[in-house]
């Protein structure tokens, strides 16, 4: 399968990633090589990677607990402290192999370690090889506030290889599936379509799809100074409920595509209100979401703390909360301001059966 370039990176799929890396690294005398895993990956996708990899540098295994509470400053204290005693320097790499906690965490480690230092994400989950692959955003959790530290520092690489799937259940597939969707919603009215009816047979096609759309999307827009804005469509309220479901005791915590699946039904109400999207597709989409990750009842105080979370978005600007709304599948605007009265119907629309 045809690799993706952008200016700075480029993701390589299957047999072609692992020929590409080992070139890499035959060519570019690493002083030491660290793979980062949490300990699903350690136990299951560790061991067939290293199998593919071939160099003479000395590898060291980073290990960090799973999932997003543990996607901390912390975490990245104690990462940074291991490859110090390890005798990381300049020309050290690490390889992130994992979700998006590790990709997102592990680009964040190696863009500050020493002021930076080279970094390839190899993507093991069906959401961070169409999300958290592309793009170069790295970061970490402030309490339950999502990557609200962080850069923007390209890997050297990528690789997708479609064989880490076999490794996740249904539910977290599913989780990913929701970005895929969004990037039919955002910016290919056909491939948005071609989703509806549920994650794809061909799903290594439908990856590359998805990858290509969000490079496509990056390459124009690397800073997120305008176009790139668009990916955030379904995160402003989708960050919200997730951040909220991370903190509260009273509810399961959320996966990422889980929240923003949420999110992206309730802006979709937005974007009928704001930017002209036909109610038809409003109701489509909220038809097509409810279909593939069912509903969230929410409290009257569930609702408020959930609104006291959009304060914290990244997007925001001299205290206004900004949205990347749809005008219609596969059309989107960036930028839009939203009343607090329409934020409240939002949520009262994706509550409705």
Not at 299 to 319: Q, R, V
């Amino acid at each position: 399968m045809q690799s993706i370039c952008s200016h700075t990176s480029t993701v390589h799929f299957g047999e072609t990633g692992y020929a590409e890396i080992n070139g890499h690294l035959a060519k570019s005398n690493y002083s030491s090589v660290f793979v980062l895993v949490d300990s699903n990956t350690h136990e299951h996708c560790l061991a067939p990677f290293l199998s593919q990899l071939a160099t003479d540098s000395p590898i060291e295994v980073l290990e960090v607990e799973p999932g997003e509470v543990n996607k901390t400053l912390e975490t990245c204290n104690q990462l940074w402290l291991a490859l110090s005693e390890l005798g990381a320097d300049r020309k050290s790499l690490i390889i992130n192999l994992g979700g998006g906690v590790v990709t997102d965490m592990g680009g964040f480690v190696a863009s500050a370690f020493k002021r930076g230092i080279d970094f390839i994400n190899v993507p093991t989950t069906l959401l961070s090889m169409v999300d958290a692959s592309v793009g170069g955003k790295t970061g970490v959790d402030l309490g339950p506030l999502k990557n609200q530290i962080g850069t923007i520092s390209q890997p050297v690489m990528v690789l997708v290889d479609p064989i880490y799937l076999q490794t996740l259940d249904q539910r977290q597939k599913t989780s990913g599936f929701a970005e895929m969707l969004k990037h039919g919603l955002i910016k290919d009215a056909n491939y948005w379509a071609s989703l509806k009816p549920g994650i794809p047979e061909k799903l290594t096609e439908s990856i590359h799809h998805s990858v290509a759309i969000k490079n496509e999307v990056v390459t124009q827009d690397p800073t997120e100074q305008g176009l790139r804005k668009i990916l955030n469509f379904g995160h402003t309220l989708g960050h919200a409920v997730e951040s909220y479901f991370l903190e509260s005791e009273a509810h399961e915590t959320l996966l990422h595509g889980e929240a923003i699946a949420v999110g992206m039904v309730m802006e979709a109400y937005l974007s009928y209100k704001l930017c002209g999207l036909p109610w038809s597709d409003c109701e489509e989409i909220k038809t097509t979401f409810k279909a593939h990750f069912g509903s969230i009842a929410f409290e009257a105080e569930d609702i408020e703390k959930i609104l006291g979370y959009l304060k914290f978005d990244k997007k925001n600007s001299h205290g206004k909360v900004k949205f990347a709304l749809l005008k219609a599948i596969g059309d989107t605007q960036w930028d839009i301001e939203v009343p607090q009265d329409l934020l409240l119907e939002s949520i009262t629309y994706y509550e409705k059966v």
